[in-house]
């Protein structure tokens, strides 16, 4: 099959190209600069210059196409709704149309588990759970947007949603970043780090990306997860003494978690502050939020094995 691939250079992409070329899919990535080229054609795969942000410089090259893997999107976690707006939703959205005017068959889009993130816990659900009335972040919020369109939109184009949890592995700017932040003493358990917590490694992500393209039922979601019983605690600990990194000590109940999350983006927001306050209600759920997804659907319908990693 001939996919293009959005974000084919960064931390997962990467690895779903090198699936894709393995698998004997043509592949070609979407690539804004000479970096990110150089980067795609070591991996073999061909690069297509384009910004998400300007469709109508590239939409001819789409029609070239039979799939489309859209895994680009700024991984920011806080910020004004428009900047979401605009460099999510509207960009993905966008794509999406302009796939469909030119007769791509299959768009798989990269979701993620913030989507259903608000208030409660997300034990035991599958991808029939309703979403919540606002999640607890604009990432969350976009990425559902997108969701809901997708499964829904008067097209011809069948869309498959993969949606994961944390994606980690070596290499990972976002556990990079969490253990940096855990070496300067920056971070704090709450509850002790005793929530059920969610993850997948990017393998076997990329693994589910591939399945899903391939074998994914037209307007369907599914959760990928590494079907680990991870606790927030169980998680990071292992990661953090590869890392040497002096496993944190300090822990806070998470009532004081809510009010110190409350205030600092409530003083955030009064003084139009740009950079992230340390604490916001979707860095508290990432921690304390109790969260088990069951996989059965990926695994009968796509086929779906996740490998066990070392943590």
């Not at 393209?213 to 369907?220: A, S, T, Y």
């Not at 979707?282 to 490998?307: C, K, N, T």
């Amino acid at each position: 099959m001939r996919v293009l691939v959005t974000g084919g250079s960064g931390f997962l992409g990467s690895h779903v190209v090198r699936r894709l070329l393995a698998g004997g899919h043509e592949v070609e990535v979407l690539v804004r600069s000479p970096v990110a080229r150089q980067k795609i054609e070591s991996l073999g795969a061909g690069a297509l210059e384009g910004d998400l942000t300007r469709i109508d410089t590239f939409v001819g090259k789409l029609r070239s196409f039979e799939a489309v893997i859209h895994c680009a999107a700024p991984l920011v976690f806080w910020g004004e709704w428009e900047f979401y707006k605009k460099n999510l939703l509207d960009t993905t959205l966008g794509l999406v149309q302009a796939c469909s005017r030119v007769g791509v068959k299959r768009f798989v889009q990269i979701s993620s588990e913030s989507v259903l993130q608000a208030n409660g816990p997300l034990e035991g659900i599958d991808e029939k759970f309703p979403y919540p009335p606002e999640p607890n972040s604009y990432y969350g919020k976009a990425k559902r947007e997108i969701e809901i369109y997708l499964k829904s939109a008067p097209f011809k184009m069948e869309t498959v949603i993969v949606r994961p949890p944390f994606i980690w592995g070596p290499q990972c700017p976002a556990l990079l970043a969490i253990a940096e932040k855990a070496y300067k003493g920056s971070f704090v358990w709450v509850n002790h780090g005793k929530s059920p917590f969610e993850a997948v490694h990017v393998e076997n992500l990329a693994q589910a990306t591939v399945l899903a393209l391939e074998k994914g039922v037209n307007r369907q979601v599914y959760f990928v997860t590494d079907d680990q019983p991870y606790t927030v605690r169980s998680f990071f600990v292992p990661i953090f003494s590869r890392q040497n990194v002096p496993i944190p000590e300090r822990s806070i109940s998470l009532k004081l978690g809510n009010f110190l999350a409350r205030l600092s983006e409530a003083v955030w927001k009064k003084f139009k502050i740009k950079k992230a306050p340390p604490l916001s209600k979707f860095d508290l759920a990432f921690v304390s939020m109790p969260r088990r997804y069951s996989i059965a659907l990926a695994r009968s319908e796509l086929g779906y094995a996740p490998q066990v990693f070392k943590l």
